[in-house]
């Protein structure tokens, strides 16, 4: 089984989605049965380099939520995450670009084997949401994809070039063009069935069924 995942680091629903369908395919005893290939999109292509506000700071600002509202949106959403086991710190996550951590991915994912790209999605997810470190920063990814069995001085040459750059943008491309995408994740289960936004662990195993 094939299963495609549009997402983005700097998406929460992103790391809940892709916890919850990893939790049930290794419950089901499918891990060695399902090739993942993790898609890059990027929520926000304009977030600057060097952060300037906070995700509490981005939703009053950017969405023009109120204190009020921006804290219960956050106390919703880390309860949702923590069903899943993640034990989320929101208010103080950094918004900021995520470019350089999606083009780490797609070298991971041409390079090295699929539990080492699992291991590094997963390690850039927690980075940001739980450690909230700044993964537009190098020196941050460098470390990480150190800790995931990444060759060091070939992430290096990577994060200090443009090389995936294209690649990314190919990527978001792709699925800006489906008619039915609307919300990331965005799941294609053996080029069939499709989950998006956030999704039910029903019909995740509903689709790791019939797909």
């Not at 489906?178 to 053996?190: E, Q, W």
């Amino acid at each position: 089984m094939e299963i495609k995942i549009w997402a983005d680091f700097a998406c929460p629903y992103s790391y809940m989605g892709e916890k919850q369908l990893m939790d049930i395919i290794e419950s089901q005893g499918l891990t060695d049965k399902v090739k993942i290939q993790f898609l890059s999109y990027q929520l926000d292509p304009d977030a600057p380099v060097i952060p300037t506000e906070t995700m509490t700071q981005h939703f009053m600002d950017g969405h023009a939520y109120t204190a009020e509202q921006t804290q219960h949106l956050m106390e919703r959403i880390e309860k949702m995450a923590a069903r899943v086991g993640l034990d989320y710190k929101l208010a103080t996550t950094q918004v900021c670009s995520i470019f350089d951590a999606h083009r780490l991915m797609e070298y991971a994912q041409e390079c090295y084997s699929q539990d080492i790209a699992v291991r590094l999605n997963f390690a850039l997810f927690h980075a940001n949401f739980i450690e909230n470190l700044r993964l537009s920063d190098h020196a941050v990814l460098q470390s990480i994809a150190e800790k995931c069995g990444l060759d060091s001085s070939e992430v290096r040459a990577v994060l200090e070039s443009d090389k995936y750059a294209g690649q990314v943008h190919e990527e978001e491309q792709e699925v800006d063009k489906r008619k039915d995408f609307d919300l990331i994740p965005y799941m294609v289960f053996n080029d069939s069935t499709v989950l998006q936004g956030v999704i039910s662990p029903g019909a995740m195993k509903k689709a790791l069924a019939t797909a």
